[in-house]
């Protein structure tokens, strides 16, 4: 074959190419339409039946050089990578998709300003059980010139006989402790008849782990003005996290901080596993601020400070810990909250 053949066949073969090319790209446009009509349908993207479907009609036209094997890889490649166009699709849509929105989300809350490149810290005791109690930890924060104060007031237990929480009246000892010492106030809110009334209490609603998936509580809380701290869920996904903060921001409130907070694995050595990784994937997938709940991921007051130090180093917004006067007595999560000595060497250590 002379130079001249070869170089006949070379551009044969790179006008083939560039045919390939326009057909492939024609192909994604009509995959991303389908995309748009499954998603107004509720329609799950991915239909294994079609799949086949298509795979046999291919394979029955199937007279050229290559084996079948040879094509159903090459067009089981072009049908991956027709799924994940309309998944970018999904997620170029999301409110709370950084596609959306390229700048970081930037909330204020009591001067803090949560999202702008700084360390902030959210501490206080598991749960409210005396205006004692929380007054003891708020003058800790106070001095440690923190702004914002946590406490349980209604607590969903995983026992039906261990302690529920002060309902009402814990969110009444929270703010009145928090007025005393110009504090601003998170408390988790379980039912969503209760965000309503907990508005005149808190100054960030918290929406715990078990209820990330409850629809009703995210939409109320996505009702009121007030910024929104949302738990990721024990067993739930990234994906399913970051659709849970998009039931909140469609009704309005785009006030969202995301808390990474361990995961649920076969690891017994700490209460849940924390999911370090999260916290990257999530700066990267919205532009909301990301917390790490360090107390709730590890279980273990021992582990605080690595994890806390670990949280800050990967690019988390700020870190979550428990603070108890006397964590010996404390009437929920006694190992894994912090007394005041060591919650003032937990906060030096951090701040150097």
């Known amino acids: 074959m002379s130079n001249e053949q070869l170089d006949q066949l070379r551009d044969e073969l790179d006008s083939l190419n560039l045919e390939i090319l326009d057909l492939i790209n024609k192909r994604g446009e009509l995959v991303q339409e389908i995309g748009k009509v499954k998603n107004t349908q509720g329609v799950n993207r991915f239909d294994p039946v079609r799949e086949r479907k298509m795979l046999d009609q291919i394979n029955e036209h199937n007279n050229g050089p290559f084996e079948e094997s040879t094509i159903q890889q090459l067009f089981k490649e072009i049908f991956k990578a027709s799924l994940e166009l309309q998944e970018d699709d999904h ?8 596609k959306k ?8 809350i009591n001067g803090e300003k949560i999202g702008d490149g700084n360390p ?11 205006y004692e109690q929380v007054a003891a930890v708020a003058e800790a924060v106070k001095k440690q010139g923190l702004k914002i104060l946590r406490g349980g007031a209604f607590k969903p237990r995983t026992s039906p006989y261990d302690f529920q929480g002060l309902g009402l009246e814990g969110l009444k000892i929270l703010k009145r402790v928090a007025d005393e010492y110009d504090l601003a106030v998170i408390s988790e809110i379980v039912n969503p008849a209760d965000v309503y009334k907990a508005v005149d209490y808190v100054d960030i609603i918290q929406i715990g782990a078990r209820n990330m998936q409850n629809f009703e509580l995210l939409k109320a809380a996505g009702s009121v003005d007030k910024p929104v701290l949302l738990k990721r869920g024990m067993s739930a996904t990234i994906s399913e996290f970051i659709n849970a903060a998009e039931y909140i921001i469609s009704r309005s409130n785009a006030n969202i901080m ?19 990784s999260a916290v990257p994937i999530l700066k990267q997938e919205t532009h909301l601020p990301v917390m790490v709940d360090v107390t709730h991921s590890t279980g273990r007051r021992d582990l605080l400070l690595p994890a806390a130090k670990a949280a800050l180093a990967i690019g988390a917004d700020g870190v979550m810990a428990e603070v108890h006067p006397d964590p010996a007595v404390a009437l929920s999560d006694s190992a894994q909250q912090m007394d005041i000595d060591m919650f003032n060497d937990f906060m030096k250590e951090l701040t150097k």
């Not at 997620?91 to 950084?98: N, Y």
């Not at 929105?101 to 204020?108: G, R, V, Y």
């Not at 990474?260 to 370090?276: C, F, H, Q, V």
């Open 91 to 98: 997620r170029k849509a999301l409110l709370v998709s950084r």
């Open 101 to 108: 929105k390229p700048e970081d989300t930037i909330i204020d």
């Open 120 to 130: 902030h810290f959210i501490m206080g005791p598991c749960a409210v059980e005396s």
């Open 258 to 276: 995301l808390c990474e907070r361990g995961i649920r694995t076969y690891e017994k050595a700490t209460r849940n596993t924390l999911d370090i």
